[in-house]
């Protein structure tokens, strides 16, 4: 059986119209995606956090049949609906299975070909509380990464979400720069990979300790594929988001304790009052 993370991944993750090739490899996903009606987590955007929603496999769109044998499903167009367990907001999906003949082989595929809200709606409204973190014009170009890649443009999403992984890691470079112990030279020479290290004690651990997979931010765009692009992507996409999020929940800390601060100092003179 498939992961949780793994089908999360084909709901929340996957673009639309992008092609997962069913082979001896991974024909058990398909047959584990079909009957996979347990709880996933995921974003609701009526209520701006993740929630646990409840897999419904609703019935083939066009009368076609499932069964627990892979060579049983058959090219055709299925629907899915994710029930939020809190306040039953839904979001309704399409996949289609697609079979084609390559060089006198069979391929299968599965493909995403609907989704309401959209990828690039969930995710939008994801980005909603951040806006006081990092400047209006790196949101627009997150959204139109976000926008590219959700109807599967690579190498265009990739481009613009590199530029704003780019931009966050300048700007922990910058609150930085002023420390004693700081090599600016050493930054300059270094591949993001080494530069993330260096600005260990202003990123999330997790990014830091996987940054050897944002080499590819080194890599010009030439060298990689629109299908690289792709896979790249949520990995780009995660890593901003780890980083908006913990300066997020910084700023949070930041104005309880001021607020906390305020009102003890306002206890303070009103017990002097009474003195």
């Known amino acids: ?42 974003f609701n955007p009526k209520l701006n956090e993740n929630t646990t929603f409840k897999v419904h496999f609703s019935k083939p769109y066009k009368n076609n049949s499932v069964s627990s044998d892979p060579a049983a499903y058959y090219p055709g167009i299925y629907m899915f609906e994710l029930i939020c367990l809190r306040n039953e907001f839904t979001l309704t999906y399409f996949f289609e299975i697609i079979k084609e003949e390559k060089n006198s082989n069979i391929e299968y595929s599965l493909v995403k070909i609907g989704q309401t809200p959209s990828l690039a709606d969930l995710e939008f409204s994801r980005l909603d509380k951040y806006v006081r973190l990092i400047e209006k014009k790196w949101i627009r170009e997150l959204k ?60 999330p651990s997790i990014l830091v300790s996987n940054r050897k997979i944002y080499s590819i931010v080194s890599k010009g765009i030439h060298e990689l594929s629109e299908q690289e692009c792709l896979e790249y992507f949520p990995i780009m996409q995660d890593a901003i988001i780890l980083i908006l999020e913990e300066d997020y929940r910084k700023k949070q800390e930041s104005e309880r304790l001021i607020e906390m601060e305020a009102n003890i100092n306002k206890i303070h003179q009103n017990l002097k009052n009474y003195e």
Do not use: C
């Open 1 to 42: 059986m498939q992961s949780q993370k793994e089908i999360e991944a084909i709901y929340f993750k996957q673009p639309l119209y992008r092609k997962l090739i069913l082979n001896s490899f991974n024909t058990q996903l398909l047959v584990d995606f079909f009957h996979y009606q347990d709880k996933v987590e995921g």
């Open 144 to 203: 139109k990464a976000i926008g590219l890649a959700a109807n599967g443009i690579g190498i265009g999403s990739f481009v613009y979400i590199r530029r704003v992984f780019e931009n966050l890691i300048e700007v922990k470079r910058k609150e930085q720069i002023t420390s004693s112990l700081w090599d600016e030279v050493k930054y300059q020479s270094s591949k993001m990979d080494e530069k993330i290290l260096l600005l260990r004690d202003n990123l």
